[in-house]
Protein backbone atom coordinates (compact mmCIF):
# COMPACT_ATOMS: atom_id res chain seq x y z
CA UNK A 1 0.00 0.00 0.00
CA UNK A 2 2.69 2.53 0.70
CA UNK A 3 4.46 1.61 -2.54
CA UNK A 4 0.77 2.56 -3.93
CA UNK A 5 1.04 5.80 -2.45
CA UNK A 6 3.04 8.58 -3.04
CA UNK A 7 4.24 10.44 -0.22
CA UNK A 8 3.20 8.14 1.76
CA UNK A 9 5.90 5.70 3.92
CA UNK A 10 5.24 1.73 5.59
CA UNK A 11 6.56 3.68 8.81
CA UNK A 12 3.45 5.56 8.72
CA UNK A 13 0.67 3.36 7.80
CA UNK A 14 2.28 0.97 10.91
CA UNK A 15 2.04 3.73 12.99
CA UNK A 16 -1.63 4.14 12.23
CA UNK A 17 -2.60 0.47 11.94
CA UNK A 18 -0.97 0.42 15.76
CA UNK A 19 -2.25 3.52 17.18
CA UNK A 20 -6.11 3.96 14.98
CA UNK A 21 -7.09 0.20 13.95
CA UNK A 22 -9.56 -1.15 16.48
CA UNK A 23 -12.98 -2.15 16.44
CA UNK A 24 -14.47 0.52 18.55
CA UNK A 25 -12.85 3.21 16.05
CA UNK A 26 -13.90 1.04 12.84
CA UNK A 27 -17.42 1.52 14.82
CA UNK A 28 -17.20 5.05 15.75
CA UNK A 29 -15.94 5.88 11.89
CA UNK A 30 -18.41 3.59 10.46
CA UNK A 31 -21.24 5.60 12.18
CA UNK A 32 -20.12 9.03 11.12
CA UNK A 33 -20.79 8.03 7.63
CA UNK A 34 -24.39 6.02 8.27
CA UNK A 35 -25.43 9.56 10.19
CA UNK A 36 -24.48 11.82 7.49
CA UNK A 37 -26.01 9.91 5.01
CA UNK A 38 -29.07 9.83 6.85
CA UNK A 39 -29.30 13.32 7.30
CA UNK A 40 -28.53 13.63 3.15
CA UNK A 41 -32.35 14.76 1.87
CA UNK A 42 -31.60 12.70 -0.86
CA UNK A 43 -31.30 9.85 0.96
CA UNK A 44 -35.12 9.81 1.77
CA UNK A 45 -36.16 9.03 -1.58
CA UNK A 46 -35.12 5.63 -1.03
CA UNK A 47 -36.28 5.32 2.50
CA UNK A 48 -37.07 6.65 5.62
CA UNK A 49 -33.87 4.64 7.46
CA UNK A 50 -36.12 2.42 9.56
CA UNK A 51 -35.96 -0.54 7.64
CA UNK A 52 -33.09 -2.88 6.65
CA UNK A 53 -31.94 -6.09 5.25
CA UNK A 54 -29.10 -8.50 6.21
CA UNK A 55 -27.28 -11.32 4.25
CA UNK A 56 -24.41 -13.09 4.41
CA UNK A 57 -21.30 -12.83 1.74
CA UNK A 58 -18.69 -15.80 1.39
CA UNK A 59 -14.96 -14.86 0.55
CA UNK A 60 -12.47 -17.85 0.40
CA UNK A 61 -9.95 -18.38 2.81
CA UNK A 62 -6.65 -18.85 0.88
CA UNK A 63 -3.13 -18.72 2.17
CA UNK A 64 -2.20 -18.88 6.03
CA UNK A 65 -5.75 -18.02 6.58
CA UNK A 66 -6.88 -21.50 5.04
CA UNK A 67 -6.46 -23.80 7.94
CA UNK A 68 -9.08 -20.72 9.64
CA UNK A 69 -12.09 -21.12 6.95
CA UNK A 70 -14.74 -23.33 7.00
CA UNK A 71 -15.78 -25.63 3.92
CA UNK A 72 -20.02 -25.20 4.02
CA UNK A 73 -21.19 -27.30 0.59
CA UNK A 74 -23.69 -24.73 -0.13
CA UNK A 75 -20.52 -22.68 -1.16
CA UNK A 76 -18.44 -25.70 -2.51
CA UNK A 77 -15.54 -27.39 -1.21
CA UNK A 78 -12.79 -24.42 -0.84
CA UNK A 79 -12.70 -23.39 2.87
CA UNK A 80 -14.26 -19.29 3.41
CA UNK A 81 -15.14 -17.20 5.80
CA UNK A 82 -18.68 -15.39 6.13
CA UNK A 83 -19.08 -11.55 6.56
CA UNK A 84 -22.84 -11.00 7.45
CA UNK A 85 -23.47 -7.08 6.64
CA UNK A 86 -26.88 -5.16 7.98
CA UNK A 87 -27.99 -2.77 5.11
CA UNK A 88 -30.85 0.07 5.45
CA UNK A 89 -33.41 1.00 2.98
CA UNK A 90 -31.26 3.91 2.23
CA UNK A 91 -28.26 1.69 1.27
CA UNK A 92 -25.92 2.49 4.14
CA UNK A 93 -23.94 -0.85 5.52
CA UNK A 94 -24.17 0.22 8.85
CA UNK A 95 -22.61 -3.37 10.81
CA UNK A 96 -21.00 -5.69 9.79
CA UNK A 97 -19.81 -8.94 11.56
CA UNK A 98 -17.54 -12.21 11.00
CA UNK A 99 -19.64 -15.17 11.01
CA UNK A 100 -18.84 -18.88 10.99
CA UNK A 101 -19.41 -20.38 6.90
CA UNK A 102 -20.78 -23.32 8.59
CA UNK A 103 -23.87 -21.86 11.01
CA UNK A 104 -27.22 -20.54 10.30
CA UNK A 105 -26.89 -16.71 9.60
CA UNK A 106 -30.23 -16.47 11.73
CA UNK A 107 -28.70 -16.39 15.14
CA UNK A 108 -26.81 -13.23 14.20
CA UNK A 109 -29.69 -11.46 12.63
CA UNK A 110 -30.10 -8.91 16.01
CA UNK A 111 -26.66 -8.34 16.80
CA UNK A 112 -27.63 -5.45 13.57
CA UNK A 113 -30.51 -4.37 15.16
CA UNK A 114 -28.63 -4.13 18.69
CA UNK A 115 -24.90 -3.23 18.64
CA UNK A 116 -24.77 -0.71 15.87
CA UNK A 117 -23.65 2.86 17.26
CA UNK A 118 -25.80 4.99 14.47
CA UNK A 119 -28.68 7.19 14.43
CA UNK A 120 -30.56 4.57 12.72
CA UNK A 121 -33.77 3.99 14.46
CA UNK A 122 -34.51 0.19 12.84
CA UNK A 123 -38.26 -0.78 13.41
CA UNK A 124 -38.67 -3.47 10.43
CA UNK A 125 -36.00 -6.28 9.38
CA UNK A 126 -36.12 -8.20 5.90
CA UNK A 127 -33.72 -11.45 5.66
CA UNK A 128 -33.95 -14.73 3.65
CA UNK A 129 -34.70 -17.84 4.43
CA UNK A 130 -31.24 -18.92 6.14
CA UNK A 131 -31.99 -16.04 8.47
CA UNK A 132 -35.39 -17.23 9.61
CA UNK A 133 -35.62 -19.53 12.78
CA UNK A 134 -38.97 -19.64 15.36
CA UNK A 135 -36.35 -18.29 18.25
CA UNK A 136 -35.61 -15.31 15.98
CA UNK A 137 -39.50 -14.81 15.39
CA UNK A 138 -40.32 -14.43 19.62
CA UNK A 139 -36.82 -12.28 20.16
CA UNK A 140 -37.53 -9.82 17.28
CA UNK A 141 -41.29 -9.35 18.74
CA UNK A 142 -40.14 -8.91 22.44
CA UNK A 143 -37.43 -7.04 21.61
CA UNK A 144 -39.38 -4.31 19.66
CA UNK A 145 -38.88 -4.93 15.76
CA UNK A 146 -40.89 -6.63 13.42
CA UNK A 147 -39.28 -9.32 11.43
CA UNK A 148 -40.30 -10.26 7.53
CA UNK A 149 -38.07 -13.21 6.20
CA UNK A 150 -38.75 -14.39 2.51
CA UNK A 151 -39.11 -17.92 1.36
CA UNK A 152 -41.37 -19.07 4.20
CA UNK A 153 -43.43 -21.43 1.43
CA UNK A 154 -42.65 -24.75 2.93
CA UNK A 155 -43.65 -23.93 6.61
CA UNK A 156 -46.98 -24.38 8.29
CA UNK A 157 -49.55 -22.26 10.19
CA UNK A 158 -49.72 -23.64 13.85
CA UNK A 159 -53.15 -22.51 15.52
CA UNK A 160 -54.93 -22.41 19.22
CA UNK A 161 -56.45 -25.41 19.88
CA UNK A 162 -57.67 -27.88 17.60
CA UNK A 163 -56.87 -27.79 13.57
CA UNK A 164 -60.44 -28.41 13.07
CA UNK A 165 -61.53 -25.31 14.32
CA UNK A 166 -60.21 -24.06 11.26
CA UNK A 167 -61.37 -25.93 8.23
CA UNK A 168 -60.67 -22.51 5.97
CA UNK A 169 -56.60 -23.29 6.67
CA UNK A 170 -56.73 -26.96 7.43
CA UNK A 171 -54.35 -27.10 3.65
CA UNK A 172 -52.05 -24.51 5.69
CA UNK A 173 -52.11 -25.88 9.33
CA UNK A 174 -49.04 -27.93 10.33
CA UNK A 175 -50.06 -28.23 14.15
CA UNK A 176 -51.68 -26.37 17.25
CA UNK A 177 -49.90 -24.71 19.95
CA UNK A 178 -48.71 -25.20 23.11
CA UNK A 179 -50.60 -22.21 24.94
CA UNK A 180 -49.66 -23.85 28.40
CA UNK A 181 -46.21 -23.78 28.35
CA UNK A 182 -46.15 -20.45 26.85
CA UNK A 183 -48.33 -19.52 29.92
CA UNK A 184 -46.02 -21.25 32.48
CA UNK A 185 -42.79 -19.75 31.04
CA UNK A 186 -43.58 -16.50 29.88
CA UNK A 187 -41.86 -14.83 32.76
CA UNK A 188 -38.73 -16.76 31.60
CA UNK A 189 -39.15 -15.80 28.16
CA UNK A 190 -39.26 -11.87 29.53
CA UNK A 191 -36.12 -12.52 31.63
CA UNK A 192 -34.32 -14.02 28.32
CA UNK A 193 -34.89 -10.99 26.13
CA UNK A 194 -34.59 -8.62 28.91
CA UNK A 195 -30.88 -9.73 29.28
CA UNK A 196 -30.11 -9.74 25.72
CA UNK A 197 -31.51 -5.84 25.46
CA UNK A 198 -29.59 -4.97 28.54
CA UNK A 199 -26.63 -6.68 27.64
CA UNK A 200 -25.93 -9.24 30.07
CA UNK A 201 -26.00 -11.49 27.26
CA UNK A 202 -25.19 -11.68 23.19
CA UNK A 203 -28.18 -12.24 21.24
CA UNK A 204 -26.21 -14.72 18.88
CA UNK A 205 -24.78 -16.56 21.95
CA UNK A 206 -28.30 -17.18 23.39
CA UNK A 207 -29.49 -18.21 20.42
CA UNK A 208 -26.93 -20.51 19.60
CA UNK A 209 -27.39 -22.41 22.93
CA UNK A 210 -30.96 -21.92 22.39
CA UNK A 211 -30.52 -24.17 19.27
CA UNK A 212 -28.33 -26.21 20.59
CA UNK A 213 -30.96 -27.46 23.84
CA UNK A 214 -32.99 -30.72 24.39
CA UNK A 215 -35.85 -30.82 22.59
CA UNK A 216 -37.88 -31.18 26.16
CA UNK A 217 -36.44 -27.86 27.43
CA UNK A 218 -39.12 -25.50 28.62
CA UNK A 219 -37.72 -22.43 27.57
CA UNK A 220 -36.58 -23.12 24.84
CA UNK A 221 -39.79 -25.18 23.66
CA UNK A 222 -41.91 -22.06 24.97
CA UNK A 223 -39.72 -19.90 23.33
CA UNK A 224 -40.38 -21.78 20.29
CA UNK A 225 -43.75 -21.73 20.52
CA UNK A 226 -43.99 -17.70 21.01
CA UNK A 227 -42.16 -17.48 17.52
CA UNK A 228 -44.74 -19.98 15.76
CA UNK A 229 -47.58 -17.95 16.80
CA UNK A 230 -45.56 -14.43 15.14
CA UNK A 231 -44.51 -16.46 12.00
CA UNK A 232 -47.87 -17.79 11.92
CA UNK A 233 -49.31 -14.02 11.90
CA UNK A 234 -46.76 -12.94 9.21
CA UNK A 235 -47.25 -15.46 6.94
CA UNK A 236 -50.76 -14.73 6.38
CA UNK A 237 -50.68 -10.83 6.07
CA UNK A 238 -47.77 -12.53 3.35
CA UNK A 239 -50.55 -14.35 1.72
CA UNK A 240 -52.51 -11.39 1.88
CA UNK A 241 -50.29 -8.11 1.31
CA UNK A 242 -48.48 -8.29 -1.87
CA UNK A 243 -46.86 -4.85 -0.86
CA UNK A 244 -44.66 -6.75 1.85
CA UNK A 245 -43.79 -9.13 -0.43
CA UNK A 246 -42.80 -6.40 -2.32
CA UNK A 247 -40.95 -4.56 0.26
CA UNK A 248 -38.65 -7.19 1.24
CA UNK A 249 -37.45 -8.08 -2.46
CA UNK A 250 -36.83 -4.90 -2.55
CA UNK A 251 -34.90 -4.56 0.85
CA UNK A 252 -32.85 -7.55 -0.20
CA UNK A 253 -32.19 -6.33 -3.87
CA UNK A 254 -30.27 -3.84 -2.07
CA UNK A 255 -28.49 -5.96 0.08
CA UNK A 256 -27.63 -7.87 -3.29
CA UNK A 257 -26.71 -4.58 -4.86
CA UNK A 258 -24.41 -4.01 -2.06
CA UNK A 259 -22.79 -6.67 -1.79
CA UNK A 260 -21.60 -6.76 -5.47
CA UNK A 261 -19.56 -3.30 -4.51
CA UNK A 262 -18.08 -5.27 -1.67
CA UNK A 263 -16.91 -7.78 -4.15
CA UNK A 264 -15.87 -5.35 -6.60
CA UNK A 265 -13.16 -3.01 -3.56
CA UNK A 266 -12.15 -6.47 -2.22
CA UNK A 267 -9.59 -7.26 -4.67
CA UNK A 268 -6.34 -7.30 -2.19
CA UNK A 269 -4.86 -10.89 -2.85
CA UNK A 270 -7.01 -12.09 -5.23
CA UNK A 271 -10.08 -11.55 -2.73
CA UNK A 272 -9.11 -14.01 -0.73
CA UNK A 273 -9.15 -13.86 3.42
CA UNK A 274 -5.64 -14.64 4.50
CA UNK A 275 -5.85 -13.43 7.98
CA UNK A 276 -5.50 -16.06 10.47
CA UNK A 277 -6.44 -14.47 13.80
CA UNK A 278 -10.32 -13.84 13.94
CA UNK A 279 -9.26 -10.26 15.15
CA UNK A 280 -7.42 -9.61 12.04
CA UNK A 281 -10.52 -10.94 10.25
CA UNK A 282 -13.12 -8.45 11.99
CA UNK A 283 -10.68 -5.78 11.18
CA UNK A 284 -10.64 -6.84 7.20
CA UNK A 285 -14.66 -6.84 7.41
CA UNK A 286 -15.01 -3.21 9.37
CA UNK A 287 -12.34 -1.99 6.64
CA UNK A 288 -13.80 -3.23 3.75
CA UNK A 289 -17.54 -1.39 5.38
CA UNK A 290 -16.25 0.99 5.95
CA UNK A 291 -15.20 1.96 2.35
CA UNK A 292 -18.05 0.44 0.93
CA UNK A 293 -19.55 3.55 3.17
CA UNK A 294 -17.54 5.44 2.28
CA UNK A 295 -18.44 5.06 -1.35
CA UNK A 296 -22.15 4.96 -1.06
CA UNK A 297 -22.09 8.60 0.95
CA UNK A 298 -20.15 10.31 -1.79
CA UNK A 299 -22.50 8.66 -4.93
CA UNK A 300 -25.48 10.26 -3.19
CA UNK A 301 -23.70 13.54 -2.05
CA UNK A 302 -22.73 13.54 -6.04
CA UNK A 303 -26.12 12.23 -7.16
CA UNK A 304 -27.92 14.76 -5.16
CA UNK A 305 -25.50 17.91 -6.88
CA UNK A 306 -26.36 16.36 -10.27
CA UNK A 307 -29.84 15.78 -9.91
CA UNK A 308 -29.99 19.60 -8.56
CA UNK A 309 -28.17 20.74 -11.79
CA UNK A 310 -30.41 18.59 -13.92
CA UNK A 311 -33.61 20.04 -12.09
CA UNK A 312 -32.13 24.00 -13.72
CA UNK A 313 -32.99 22.49 -17.11
CA UNK A 314 -36.15 20.77 -16.50
CA UNK A 315 -35.15 17.20 -17.65
CA UNK A 316 -35.72 15.29 -14.28
CA UNK A 317 -38.19 12.97 -13.82
CA UNK A 318 -39.21 12.70 -10.10
CA UNK A 319 -40.63 9.63 -10.22
CA UNK A 320 -37.40 8.10 -11.10
CA UNK A 321 -35.63 8.95 -8.19
CA UNK A 322 -36.27 6.60 -5.49
CA UNK A 323 -35.12 4.05 -8.30
CA UNK A 324 -31.46 5.54 -8.63
CA UNK A 325 -28.68 3.77 -6.35
CA UNK A 326 -25.51 4.76 -5.10
CA UNK A 327 -23.82 2.12 -5.34
CA UNK A 328 -21.98 1.99 -8.42
CA UNK A 329 -18.35 2.33 -9.21
CA UNK A 330 -17.71 2.54 -12.88
CA UNK A 331 -16.27 6.01 -11.85
CA UNK A 332 -14.41 5.27 -8.94
CA UNK A 333 -10.77 3.97 -9.93
CA UNK A 334 -10.12 0.84 -7.28
CA UNK A 335 -6.79 -0.37 -8.41
CA UNK A 336 -3.16 1.60 -9.83
CA UNK A 337 -1.80 4.42 -7.77
CA UNK A 338 -3.88 6.41 -5.39
CA UNK A 339 -2.66 9.96 -5.48
CA UNK A 340 -3.96 12.99 -2.77
CA UNK A 341 -2.25 16.06 -3.95
CA UNK A 342 -2.78 18.44 -1.04
CA UNK A 343 -2.11 21.69 -2.57
CA UNK A 344 -5.52 20.67 -5.02
CA UNK A 345 -7.49 19.57 -1.33
CA UNK A 346 -11.26 20.24 -1.61
CA UNK A 347 -11.93 23.16 0.77
CA UNK A 348 -14.43 22.64 3.52
CA UNK A 349 -18.03 23.10 2.09
CA UNK A 350 -16.90 23.02 -1.04
CA UNK A 351 -17.47 20.02 -3.65
CA UNK A 352 -15.59 19.31 -6.80
CA UNK A 353 -16.96 20.38 -10.17
CA UNK A 354 -19.91 18.34 -11.82
CA UNK A 355 -19.31 17.41 -16.13
CA UNK A 356 -21.13 19.37 -17.95
CA UNK A 357 -25.06 19.16 -18.23
CA UNK A 358 -26.62 19.16 -21.83
CA UNK A 359 -30.09 18.94 -22.05
CA UNK A 360 -30.14 16.77 -25.08
CA UNK A 361 -28.01 14.28 -23.36
CA UNK A 362 -30.26 11.33 -23.54
Known amino acids: MAEACPGTSMAKLSWLVAWHVRDET ?7 LVNYHHQMPFAAYWGEGTTSSSDGQRYRAGGRGEAGGQVNAKYGNEPGILFYTHVSDQYAPFHT ?9 AIH ?42 NLADKRLYVPGAATQWPALAPLIGG ?23 GTVTASLIL ?14 ALREVGRIERSLFMLEWLRDPSLRRRVQIALNKGEARNSLARAVFFHRLGEIRDRSYENQRYRASGLNLVVAAITLWNTVYLEKAIDALRQHGTVDETLLPHISPLGWEHINLTGDYVWHTNRRVAKGRYRPLRAVRPSDP
Open 26 to 32: YSKALAE
Open 176 to 198: SLNQKLIEQQFNEVLRLASSIKQ
Open 109 to 150: VLAGLLYHESDLRIEERYTDTAGFTEHVFALCHLLGFRFAPR
Open 208 to 221: RKLGAYPRQNSLAV
Open 97 to 105: KVINATVRD
